[in-house]
């Protein structure tokens, strides 16, 4: 049978009381999206700005029949209990003053909501760039223990068939080294596993097996070792062509030994190029959607949006979002 993977989503995520931070609350898409959400039963969001411009927004759009918490950073009553955290946690790296002006950012608030407790992730990146998104949940909420870096995937997916794959990195590591790069092919599998995929992992190249001789050959050949090493048991190989892992006659005569070629799911591209092109090559002329990018390593669930994101898209990463903090 055919699964709808947001449907199998929104039943993973559904009555579980998710509390989701929207930074942007003054963009109509975010609202939009958040006040779907809340109305679907999927997520309690909580919406930053201005409580009256956020209200009156939610009327011109039909939602104001429900109870929202909406939250000013200027107005905050626990401003000092949050900047004393962010303090502790930011130690000698930044003053009082540096504090103050930091944490009227939403994206520095929503995060500290999101590091004390009081939210399970955050969604931001409408109308902010990814730096703005992803250096604050770096700083404050960090990567989880044995992972150096954040890096970002895109979910493939054609709703209503059974093909979606996920691509990394495509969104934050331009030259990743081959320990970062196994790192991002290790993470990775956990990723899929929140959508419910059998994850196999290929590490791609324009090499399959040593059939060019290259350094940047070379570099997946090392990534492929070592993350052989760091989770022996995940179905995982490289390097490889796309057709050689996608393929199955392909990989036939390009790769006959390997237990992963023609039938990998997931992708790890050796270089932020490749796999920026290569997500949206598969979305222009593939016909995918390409969702994301979902930020992966970090310790509680942080997600930055396209700035041509549409409020469908902010409701879809959202619903990600709280897959991931349901998953832990």
């Not at 995937?153 to 320990?179: G, K």
């Not at 991002?184 to 956990?190: C, E, G, M, R, S």
């Amino acid at each position: 049978m055919i699964r709808s993977l947001f449907g199998e989503l929104r039943s993973k995520i559904a009555g579980k009381g998710i509390k989701i931070v929207f930074p942007e609350g003054n963009d109509e898409r975010v609202v939009r999206a958040a006040a779907r959400l809340k109305f679907e039963g999927l997520v309690d969001p909580i919406i930053l700005g201005e409580a009256e411009q956020i209200k009156n927004l939610l009327k011109r759009l039909g939602f104001a029949d429900q109870n929202y918490t909406i939250i000013n950073p200027d107005t905050y009553a626990d401003f000092a209990k949050m900047k004393e955290l962010f303090l502790e946690i930011r130690k000698e790296k930044v003053t009082a003053e540096d504090a103050d002006r930091l944490l009227r950012d939403v994206n520095y608030f929503g995060v500290m909501l999101v590091k004390m407790g009081l939210a399970d992730g955050m969604v931001s990146g409408a109308i902010h760039s990814t730096a703005d998104t992803v250096r604050p949940a770096l700083q404050i909420i960090k990567t989880k223990p044995g992972i150096s870096r954040t890096s970002g995937v895109f979910l493939m997916n054609r709703e209503n068939t059974s093909e979606r794959y996920i691509f990394a990195d495509c969104a934050i590591n331009i030259d990743p080294n081959p320990q970062e790069l196994a790192e991002i092919a290790v993470n990775t599998a956990d990723t899929a596993k929140i959508f419910d995929l059998d994850p196999k992992i290929a590490l791609l190249s324009f090499s399959t097996k040593g059939s060019a001789k290259a350094p940047q050959a070379e570099k997946v050949q090392e990534a492929t070792k070592l993350a052989k090493d760091l989770a022996p048991e995940l179905a995982l190989d490289g390097e490889l062509q796309f057709d050689a892992a996608f393929v199955p006659e392909t990989a036939a005569i390009k790769a006959p030994d390997s237990n992963i070629a023609g039938h990998a799911n997931v992708f790890i591209f050796p270089d932020l190029q490749s796999g920026n092109l290569g997500y949206k090559i598969a979305q222009r002329l593939g016909m995918f959607d390409a969702i994301g990018p979902i930020l992966q390593g970090l310790n509680m669930p942080v997600n930055d949006l396209s700035r041509g994101s549409s409020a469908e898209d902010i409701y879809k990463l959202a619903i990600i979002t709280a897959a991931q903090a349901v998953e832990g």
